[in-house]
């Protein structure tokens, strides 16, 4: 077992690779009532073309991470979920662009609640019947979704940026795709991703690592994993340009909905430098569009914007983008002042208090999620994935300049990359 001290946060983790591959990570924090376990796979909505070693790749349909995700909480025996409750345990799952995740938190039983998920998650149990069953019940996700002017609007968005990446296919794939899912698809996948070497268990809370350590790798010693080569994921080559200059919808919403995006090009393959280019794009998007920035309170001034206004910057080695916007009445209007304030900006560059306060916020919030178990494990575990670690980035937000976030500014916002969505409103 290794101990890694981040004296920097005052924080100690223990880790431990187990001869199957599995990577183990415990974080205690003494005086935590609560105990969050997350077991998680390297395997998300985009991997729908692969290959493990020098084997020959494989097809998959869209939305099968996202419907392997719902069959394994079904055991033989029954609902898994109401094995943890027994046990004081509340359970979820969710799966993303580039993985899938399997939690639990509780405050009592945790060596218990460790075993369960461990065991749940290493043992499929697909069927003829119970794939088909699962069908229709996400087709009704599905269809669910396409109503939710959140969804709509976001997906919208990427669907217009993106031409061949599968970054622009809902997650949950269509009513088309999963209708091609079989059994022994799901084997196949399955098999492949969810391979100890390709898996990540993370347990933050009350715990004493040696003893949680242990009984994972007991565990593990119980279950027999043949040696697996290196998975392949394959992607089609990108475009610059976006798929569609503006998107739109209409749903019968109180107000229209407008997000705005911009596509970058990949290129950065080094794990500390795509962080360092997410934290620098982070902290320029908070100085730029933040709740104290002149450009949020002149929009809400002029009621183009409201309190749900947000942005948010996704990036990896694959892909990387911007999303802007929320509900407006006025959706050129909106689109039009932002094109006019981020020009300026680009000019001036970004007041240096402005900056500064900016990047003394982002550090208190950072070190206030080190106090959410649940936070911490999320993203830990996705930068994990990257090769990276959350818990070196305090020094990295403390080395930002401002020559930097200015030339992301100038870099980022690109008008020959833009994208829109927009949620319209049912005509009367």
């Known amino acids: 077992m290794e101990t890694l001290a981040y004296p920097g946060v005052q924080e100690t983790i223990y880790r431990e690779v187990l001869p199957n591959g599995l990577e183990v990570v415990v974080l205690p924090k003494e ?10 796979t390297r395997y998300g909505s985009v991997d729908n073309r692969f290959s493990v ?14 419907f392997l995700e719902h069959k394994m909480f079904e055991e033989p025996t029954g609902d898994i979920f109401a094995t943890f409750a027994s046990q004081g345990a509340s359970a979820n799952a969710y799966t993303s662009f ?28 697909f069927t003829d019947e119970n794939v088909e069953k699962e069908k229709g019940i996400i087709e009704q996700e599905i269809n669910m979704y396409r109503d939710n002017a959140d969804w709509r609007v976001y997906f919208g968005l990427i ?4 031409n061949t990446h599968p970054i622009h296919i809902d997650i949950a794939g269509t009513a088309e795709s999963i209708a091609k899912i079989d059994k022994e698809t799901l084997y196949t996948c399955y098999e492949t991703f969810y391979h ?14 040696g003893k949680i350590i242990e009984l994972v790798r007991n565990n593990q010693a119980q279950k027999s994993y043949e040696p697996q080569g290196p998975i392949n994921r394959f992607f089609d080559p990108e475009p610059e340009f976006v798929r569609d200059a503006r998107k739109t919808a209409v749903l019968p919403v109180s107000m229209p909905k407008c997000m705005i ?24 998007l908070d100085a730029l569009l933040g709740s104290s920035s002149p450009i949020y309170n002149a929009l809400y001034d002029d009621n183009l914007i409201s309190d749900s206004f947000g942005y948010e910057y996704n990036s990896s080695e694959d892909y990387g983008f911007s999303v802007i916007g929320g509900e407006t009445p006025d959706p050129d209007k909106l689109l039009e002042r932002l094109k006019e304030a981020i020009e300026a900006a680009k000019a001036t560059g970004l007041n240096v208090q402005t ?9 208190g919030g950072y070190l206030r999620m080190l106090n959410s178990p649940e936070a911490i494990a999320g993203e830990f575990t996705r930068y994990r994935f990257r090769g990276a670690d959350l818990f070196k980035l305090l020094p ?12 992301r500014l100038r870099e980022h916002f690109n008008w020959d990359r833009m994208a829109v969505s927009i949620v319209a409103k049912t005509s009367p």
């Open 196 to 209: 100890p070497s390709n898996m990540f268990l993370f347990i933050v809370g009350g715990v004493d690592a």
């Open 31 to 40: 005086g935590f009532s609560k105990t969050y376990a997350t077991f998680s």
């Open 396 to 407: 990295i937000y403390e080395d930002i300049t401002l020559a930097e976030a200015n030339e």
């Open 53 to 66: 070693g020098d084997q020959k790749p494989v097809s998959v349909p869209d939305g099968i991470a996202h």
């Open 159 to 162: 669907a217009a940026l993106y």
């Open 355 to 363: 900056f500064e306060r900016t990047r003394r916020k982002k550090i």
């Open 261 to 284: 995006g911009f596509k970058e090009i990949p290129g950065i393959q080094d794990p500390a430098a795509l962080m360092r280019k997410e934290l620098t794009t982070k902290l320029m």
């Open 98 to 125: 580039d993985r899938t995740v399997y939690l639990f938190s509780a405050t009592e039983q945790i060596e218990a609640n460790l075993a369960t998920l461990l065991n749940f998650v290493q043992n499929p149990y």
